[in-house]
Structures are given as C-alpha cells and as structure tokens.
C-alpha cells in the first residue's frame, strides 16, 4: 500500500555532493519515520538518518555534520542531502517508511552511491 521510489544517486568525485530522493506514493500515514538507509556489498545495512513527523533529525556519527535529511512541502518526498562525500559513503541507499500506527515497514529498491578517490 506504500511504495517508495529512491533517485538521484550516481558516480560522484569524492569531496561531491548529491541529493537523493525518496518519493512515497499510495496510503501514506502520519505521524510516520521515514529513514535512509546503506549498503555496501559485503557489509551490513546501516542507518544513516532517520527523521520523525515533527521534525526530529537523528544521523549517523559517520554522516553528522555532512547530511541532512529532510520533507518535501506537498510531494511526499524525504531527500538526503549528501556533501563531502567519501569513499566510504559508496553503498545502495535506500529509504525505509513507517506509520506510528503499524508494524509494516516499506522500502525503496534503492539508488547506489558511488563515491570514487
């Protein structure tokens, strides 16, 4: 009932910045969490950020200070503004959405990141 759609990633030069979308469409819910999530090949899925119906902002310590995650006004999008990116931001990001009212978790087919030397 909800479907996620993540965009703008791409091959970057280190020290780049992108800015990922993630476009939600169907029964949308509020309050919710929508999150961003990462992948390299081999590794586990971590958290990058997460924001909250409010307007509450958490980030991982290997983001802070370089992302910002934050709601589009009328589109049902959460972008990821990623700048100074490294190397080691190369993964698949994907961006995770869930009512406070159920249990469902919904993700995107993800967008991968390439951050080259």
């Known amino acids: 009932q909800v479907q996620l759609v993540e965009s703008g990633g791409g091959l970057v030069q280190a020290g780049g910045s992108l800015r990922l979308s993630c476009a939600a469409s169907?029964?949308?819910?509020?309050?919710?969490?929508v999150s961003w999530y990462r992948q390299a090949p081999g590794k586990q899925r971590e958290l990058v950020a997460t924001i909250v119906s409010g307007g509450m902002r958490s980030y991982a310590d290997s983001v802070k200070g370089r992302f910002a995650i934050s709601r589009g006004d009328a589109k049902n999008t959460v972008y990821l503004q990623m700048n100074t990116l490294k190397p080691e931001d190369t993964a698949v990001y994907s961006c995770?959405?869930?009512?406070?009212?159920?249990?469902?978790?919904?993700w995107g087919q993800g967008t991968q990141v390439t951050v080259s030397s």
């Open positions: 169907g029964n949308i819910s509020r309050p919710n969490v």
């Open positions: 995770n959405y869930q009512a406070f009212s159920g249990a469902r978790v919904y």
